[in-house]
């Protein structure tokens, strides 16, 4: 079966709607994201690193430059597109910065803030491929993930010492997140901590998202939608539900699971217990 992720225009439903232009473009940013699942609901083949192209070792936090944010808030406000800049620093390239703006995945621009790029953008010439992007995405993530804060998150600790911290966007409706969950005794008896955050990947899934985010014990409540296939039902509360989907839209995530360790990176997708042991603790 093919899924698509839920994307940000869906969780925009939870707060008044931009403008047309302004949508529009979220939707186009959004849309280069949405990569049709082959099985299930993961996306591994989209979110493996391709083992040819090296990560840049670039600094992952260099200055924010204040002219061009400034630069390329101008011009989104002249195109009558209602997002709002909160960094650019500069990149490998020259003249060309990436990106940061709320809610939105990062892109690149120019120094004169006048067009927006997406993708990757691969240094070549120098040895190895090099994405240069890929170590300020990792700050990003690194940084957003931080300040969630730990009660909005449902956690598995690890048994004995940790020795890493992984987080989780999942769908409880996701038959590779189940797989993925199934095997938490293993990941935690590895010494890995688990922390989920909520990534319903559409409408239908959003009620049982926030019913387990809004039950007295949101462990149980887990535990029982994917591994009991049981109803779960609670009270309406003011759950993190809509926040974790815009937080998973600004990450880029594409499918569920979507597995980040704490130093930002993502490395998966589903991923057996050893495996995920593996890249976290190397990640």
Request: with cysteine.
């Amino acid at each position: 079966m093919s899924v698509l992720p839920f994307s940000k225009a869906r969780a925009a439903s939870y707060k008044p709607a931009h403008n047309s232009v302004s949508s529009k473009l979220t939707r186009a940013m959004m849309s280069s994201l949405l990569v049709v699942v082959a099985a299930g609901c993961s996306n591994n083949a989209a979110d493996a690193t391709n083992p040819e192209i090296t990560t840049s070792t670039q600094a992952a936090a260099p200055d924010n430059d204040a002219a061009v944010v400034s630069a390329l808030q101008a011009n989104l406000d002249a195109s009558g597109i209602e997002e709002t800049v909160t960094s650019a620093v500069p990149t490998a390239m020259d003249d060309i910065y990436w990106v940061s703006a709320e809610g939105l995945p990062s892109f690149f621009t120019d120094k004169a803030g006048k067009h927006i790029i997406q993708g990757q953008i691969i240094s070549i010439g120098d040895g190895a491929p090099v994405d240069i992007s890929a170590a300020l995405m990792a700050s990003n993530a690194q940084q957003a993930l931080e300040a969630v804060d730990k009660d909005e998150l449902i956690i598995y600790p690890a048994t004995g010492a940790t020795k890493a911290v992984v987080y989780v966007f999942t769908d409880a409706d996701c038959p590779y997140c189940t797989k993925l969950h199934s095997e938490m005794d293993d990941i935690n008896a590895r010494g890995i901590e688990v922390r989920y955050l909520a990534w319903p990947r559409s409408e239908a899934s959003i009620p049982l998202m926030e019913a387990i985010w809004c039950s007295d014990d949101r462990v149980q409540a887990m535990d029982q939608a994917k591994n009991e296939d049981v109803n779960i039902s609670a009270p309406a509360c003011q759950s993190p539900v809509a926040k974790h989907m815009q937080l998973g839209a600004s990450l880029g995530v594409r499918g569920t699971p979507a597995i980040f360790t704490e130093s930002g990176q993502q490395i998966g997708g589903y991923l057996p217990a050893a495996q995920l042991a593996e890249a976290a603790l190397n990640n």
